[in-house]
């Protein structure tokens, strides 16, 4: 059973654009919730993450949007560029022992020039 | 720069010759991780390291074993690689303190090409 559905699965847009990935959670247990970005033949890497007592967190053009009640997280890049092409994941993670987050399905992004 | 290291970043086997990856961090970090990922796919977790202790996902297949000798090196052994094993392998670590769980780093991958 997936606990963090990630959409969509794939996004093109042009540069300067706002390119939206959303992810929504079930387990309420949650209390962490990462973004990595993926470049081609790279391990993952965190971009951004936010907790739940917070609504907006923004890092230079990333900004994470968190719904605590909807249970959703959405991750908007700002003017985005070539080099934001990648795959991001979302992820989710309760706390206090190992941290093993739960990983959404990845969208991949590409940015045209 | 402290990170985490990973080798080969290539490797290639033949069906059924055991093959030893390797993962080493200069972080100090306490939990070490092995993932599985295959191509447009979330990373799949196959076990982890909480200081010694050993966690395996009920699905890792008995095929995979790991090591880790030591705070500083893990390693993911494949005892009869099949065709299905080809995939990226990804090492990562965390930190953890008490309650307190600080995210993941992880490191290049290595490919492994199964013949």
């Known amino acids: 059973q997936q606990q963090v559905k990630q959409s969509p699965q794939s996004l093109i847009v042009q540069k300067g654009g706002i390119p939206i990935i959303n992810c929504a959670y079930e387990?309420?247990?949650?209390?962490?919730f990462p973004w990595y970005q993926q470049f081609p033949g790279k391990g993952p890497a965190l971009l951004i993450a936010?907790?739940?007592?917070?609504s907006e967190k923004k890092e230079g053009r990333f900004t994470i949007s968190f719904n605590k009640s909807a249970k959703q997280f959405s991750l908007h890049i700002m003017d985005s560029q070539p080099g934001d092409s990648a795959t991001y994941f979302c992820?989710?993670?309760?706390?206090?022992?190992?941290?093993?987050?739960?990983f959404g399905r990845g969208t991949s992004l590409i940015v045209h020039p | 720069d402290a990170m985490v290291i990973q080798n080969p970043r290539y490797q290639v086997t033949q069906f059924g010759k055991p093959v030893t990856l390797s993962c080493s961090q200069t972080?100090?970090?306490?939990?070490m991780y092995w993932y599985q990922q295959k191509s447009s796919q979330a990373p799949k977790l196959l076990f982890h390291?909480?200081?010694?202790?050993?966690?395996n996902e009920a699905d890792t297949p008995d095929n995979f074993q790991s090591r880790r000798p030591n705070t500083s090196f893990c390693f993911l052994d494949i005892r009869s690689p099949g065709l299905g094993d080809a995939a990226m392998y990804l090492c990562?670590?965390?930190?953890?303190?008490?309650?307190?769980?600080?995210?993941?780093?992880f490191g290049p991958g290595t490919r492994l090409t199964v013949t």
């Open positions: 990562a670590t965390s930190r953890t303190s008490g309650t307190a769980s600080y995210e993941q780093y």
């Open positions: 387990n309420t247990a949650f209390d962490y």
């Open positions: 936010i907790r739940p007592d917070v």
């Open positions: 992820a989710a993670s309760i706390p206090g022992g190992s941290y093993i987050p739960t």
């Open positions: 972080l100090n970090h306490n939990v």
């Open positions: 390291y909480y200081d010694k202790d050993f966690n």
